[in-house]
């Protein structure tokens, strides 16, 4: 995973990125747009240069390509500084065999790029309090945890098959480990519990798999390393009703590739707005792949009331992971903060005193406070 600069880099080093953008489908360009735009407002401030190149990755590349994610492509992501991506898929093509799909392109991105950390926040902005589903007496406890999802492991890359036996079709679809796998992501969950309240949780299913007994073994062994860490583990059963019932209770949730998908989407609806929320995924190097965690919202596509801010802040976590710009990052999360705080709302977050806008407009307010 990315090491931080030192300050001596940080002052000397040039300020020149190349980030690969990938516009996504449906709603998603608009997205990705006002994104560009909060960046290349940064850049002005602060004497960067960032250069874009665009790379067509899911239902865009399948449409210009008949591939959802050519070579080409792909080397435009592994030879950029970081990449921004909206949100791929839609019904346009459902209908496709699975290895053709918008989703395979994402699945090869992160294979392709290395990317075996996801990392999700899922924090109560105070603001939309009122948005989340669960009781106030639980929201007012706090919900501020990050669930570590190992990316490119697990039956999402396993071994999937459809064959006939007696009679009838048997789907077979196979689930891998390495330790090696485990080792790597187990130890950024310690890592990041480091630098946060010093708790970790791995969610597992150890009662029936060997996989996560796997896990386990491995995690024991990490855990002698990291003494100050709170270290516990967790069934995932347990942990969907738990996230519902007393999030305050996690800090870090490390989990394999498919616990962490489920997860991480529970997580971020009870913060209130899946349209708040960022993703970070990592690997060895500093490139990284950044992105919104909610869908290409096809049934409002064209209608410029998308909400932007979980792209924007997408772009914020690069800045602050990949490119080590933390004033520029803490800029932009401020400048959404104070567009909460003066009442302004896409659709999805609307509420009773607030002023509604639109795509466009929401990133002209927040651009305002830059």
């Not at 960032?50 to 959802?68: H, L, N, Q, S």
């Not at 459902?94 to 075996?116: N, T, V, W």
């Not at 330790?179 to 790597?184: A, F, M, P, V």
């Amino acid at each position: 995973m990315s090491r931080p600069y030192n300050s001596n880099e940080r002052e000397n080093r040039t300020m020149q990125k190349n980030i690969t953008l990938i516009y996504g489908d449906c709603s998603s360009p608009e997205i990705v747009t006002q994104a560009v735009r909060v960046l290349d407002k940064i850049a002005e401030k602060h004497g960067h240069t960032f250069t874009y190149t665009r790379a067509y990755m899911g239902g865009e590349a399948i449409d210009k390509f008949g591939d959802p994610l050519p070579a080409a492509e792909l080397e435009k992501c592994k030879n950029a500084d970081s990449v921004l991506l909206g949100a791929i898929g839609g019904p346009k093509w459902e209908g496709l065999p699975g290895d053709q799909r918008p989703e395979k392109g994402l699945l090869r991105l992160r294979s392709g790029m290395g990317l075996y950390a996801n990392n999700r926040p899922a924090k109560i902005w105070p603001q939309l309090a009122d948005a989340s589903p669960l009781k106030k007496s639980i929201v007012d406890k706090g919900i501020d945890f990050i669930v570590v999802r190992e990316l490119i492991g697990g039956v999402y890359f396993g071994e999937h098959k459809t064959i006939e036996e007696n009679g009838e079709k048997v789907a077979i679809d196979v689930m891998p480990y390495a330790e090696h796998e485990i080792e790597r992501i187990g130890r950024i969950g310690f890592e990041t519990a480091m630098k946060r309240r010093k708790k970790l949780t791995c969610v597992d299913k150890a009662n029936v798999l060997d996989t996560s007994r796997l896990w386990r073994a491995v995690m024991h062994r990490l855990q002698v390393e990291y003494p100050e860490v709170e270290y516990s583990e967790m069934f995932v059963d347990n942990c969907a009703m738990q996230i519902c019932k007393n999030p305050a209770q996690f800090d870090v949730i490390v989990t394999e590739n498919m616990f962490g998908d489920i997860l991480s989407d529970e997580a971020s609806e009870v913060t209130g707005s899946i349209g708040m929320v960022p993703s970070s995924s990592l690997g060895e190097g500093t490139c990284g792949l950044y992105e919104p965690i909610h869908g290409s919202a096809p049934d409002i596509a064209g209608q410029d009331v998308v909400n932007p801010i979980a792209c924007i802040l997408s772009a914020a976590m690069m800045l602050r992971y990949s490119f080590d710009m933390p004033t520029e990052a803490d800029e932009i999360e401020a400048a959404v903060n104070a567009v909460l705080d003066e009442g302004y709302r896409t659709a999805d977050m609307m509420a009773d005193g607030c002023t509604k806008v639109g795509c466009t407009e929401m990133g002209n307010k927040i651009l305002a406070h830059i």
